[in-house]
Antibody, heavy 120, light 108 residues
Framework: EVQLVQSGAEVKKPGESLKISCKGS????????IGWVRQMPGKGLEWMGI????????RYSPSFQGQVTISADKSMSTTYLQWSSLKASDTAIYYC?????????????WGQGTLVTVSS | SYVLTQPPSVSVAPGQTARITCGGN??????VHWYQQKPGQAPVLVVY???DRPSGIPERFSGSNSGNTATLTISRVEAGDEADYSC???????????FGGGTKLTVL
């Protein structure tokens, strides 16, 4: 069974750093792209970026380029999303999602989401 | 960057057919995917590549893509279909995924 299990909720202060994770199982982890998606409170889905764990090839949405870093450790079947200096506006649920494997990049399995709260 | 436009809300009575649209330029060259998201839950893929259904998704869910509009059709709507529905494409020029703003389906 394919599963993506994300790390738990975080409460941070502005300016702090953070790294959240997404661990895949039930399939060949290195061979499927994994994307990250933001959902701000009461809002829609926003695509942040995508990584191919096999070689760590990474692509970012222009809106998130330079704001976050996406990485992967294929030996741990885990991808990461990190911030060096959080802002209150980073408060959101963050989902990881697996690419279904076609050239049209749809997301067939999703993690349960990680709630990040940034507040002073 | 590429923009997908969805109506904020659609309402339908149980047993009727719901149609949720997603507008964008040059849709004919892109494959459209649809996600269902219920409150407090992660999104679920319900249609991919315009009109394919993942295993486990009822046949009541179908998709189409024509011209500049893609449509998610839910036949014989049930109370359990009440959710937010979002469309998504891959923009080859930007090498980015793009989501529509989402449509809240209300079952009356």
């Amino acid at each position: 069974e394919v599963q993506l299990v994300q790390s738990g909720a975080e409460v941070k202060k502005p300016g702090e750093s953070l790294k959240i994770s997404c661990k895949g199982s039930g399939y060949s982890f290195p061979t499927k792209w994994i994307g990250w998606v933001r959902q701000m409170p009461g809002k829609g889905l926003e695509w942040m970026g995508i990584i191919y764990p096999g070689d760590s090839d990474t692509r970012y949405s222009p809106s998130f380029q330079g704001q976050v870093t996406i990485s992967a450790d294929k030996s741990m079947s885990t991808t990461y999303l990190q911030w060096s200096s959080l802002k209150a506006s980073d408060t959101a649920i963050y989902y990881c999602a697996r690419d279904g494997g076609s050239s049209s990049y749809y997301f067939d399995y999703w993690g349960q989401g990680t709630l990040v709260t940034v507040s002073s | 960057s590429y923009v997908l436009t969805q109506p904020p809300s659609v309402s339908v009575a149980p047993g009727q057919t719901a149609r949720i649209t997603c507008g964008g330029n040059n849709f004919g060259s892109k494959s459209v995917h649809w996600y269902q998201q219920k409150p407090g839950q992660a999104p679920v893929l319900v249609v991919y590549d315009d009109d394919d259904r993942p295993s486990g998704i009822p046949e009541r869910f179908s998709g189409s893509n024509s011209g500049n509009t893609a449509t998610l059709t839910i036949s014989r709507v049930e109370a359990g279909d009440e959710a937010d529905y979002s469309c998504q494409v891959w923009d080859i020029s930007d090498r980015s995924a793009v989501f529509g703003g989402g449509t809240k389906l209300t079952v009356l």
